[in-house]
DNA sequence: CTGTGTGCAAACACTTTGCAGGTGT
DNA sequence: ACACCTGCAAAGTGTTTGCACACAG
């Protein structure tokens, strides 16, 4: 069987290079979101910055990703299983543990809707939650 | 009668400097909430940049300012009403308006609480919406 | 007077961009 | 063959730090 990520690349109509591949595995074999640091720490010397910086882009504005800011407000990009080819449910938690600083969707939850003031117009929902995982609580 | 800001760094036994006190007044008379970008634009020639740095990062861990992502996921500061002297209460919401890019408190808002899987713990819950602010929306 | 805050400049970290050569289709 | 991608290096932007002087208490 042809490797998801390959598959995802193709779904996208991008074309299908060692790096790109490399990335996108990355996400997929996390659970957790990873920031460009973690990328570049986990390619040093492989692939280069700048690179891993435009394929993120790319990959955001294609939809693949999507970004998530951590407890520093850091940006993080997680592959988003509920998502589909540009169609976004985004209305989802995110959980970032204080202990692992691990950040993970929350696809459980969904957010209750916000009885805004009159006038308001919402068009999105970001809710971070967080606080200890599993195992860190544990810990 | 006292200046406000001056009363504020009194509370939190910090020196009142001149420039503190200008800084402080500007998150006074602004409801939204200020990027360190607006305040050396709204301080260029009077105030140096690492002395806002300097001065946001104390206000911060006094506790008069809070943190808030704006859409960008940059940081933004506020004072925030409904916090006294470290006892922050942080759960309402915050509302991103992707016209004219303001950011503000929505005390009105509690965050709904949250139905956690097993195991987690929750400390602290972030709530952004996005969409247009009545101003904008009529625009 | 003493300790802290400020401005300036340098250092540092993070991100983007131009270009020449390499790769996917 | 062509368009696009990559690596490298340089530039750009945002943030922190060391130091000498100024200021608040």
Do not use: W
Not at 59 to 83: M, N, S
Not at 92 to 99: I, K, Q, S, T, V
Request: aromatic share 8%; proline share 4%; net charge negative.
């Amino acid at each position: 069987m042809e490797n998801q990520a390959e598959i995802l690349l193709n779904d996208f109509n991008l074309r299908q290079t060692n790096q790109r591949v490399k990335i996108l595995q990355a996400f997929l074999r996390n659970s957790a979101a990873l920031s460009h640091t973690d990328l570049e720490e986990e390619f040093a010397g492989s692939i280069d910055r700048a690179t891993i910086y435009r394929c993120l882009k790319q990959f955001l504005d294609a939809g693949i990703l999507h970004r998530i800011p951590d407890e520093q407000f850091q940006t993080k990009y997680a592959v988003c299983a509920a998502c589909d080819h540009g169609h976004h449910h985004h209305d989802h938690a995110h959980f970032n543990c204080l202990g692992c600083n691990e950040t993970t969707c929350i696809e459980q939850i969904v957010i209750p809707s916000i009885p805004m003031p009159a006038g308001f117009k919402v068009s999105e929902k970001i809710l971070i939650v967080q606080g200890y995982c599993p195992r860190c609580n544990n810990a």
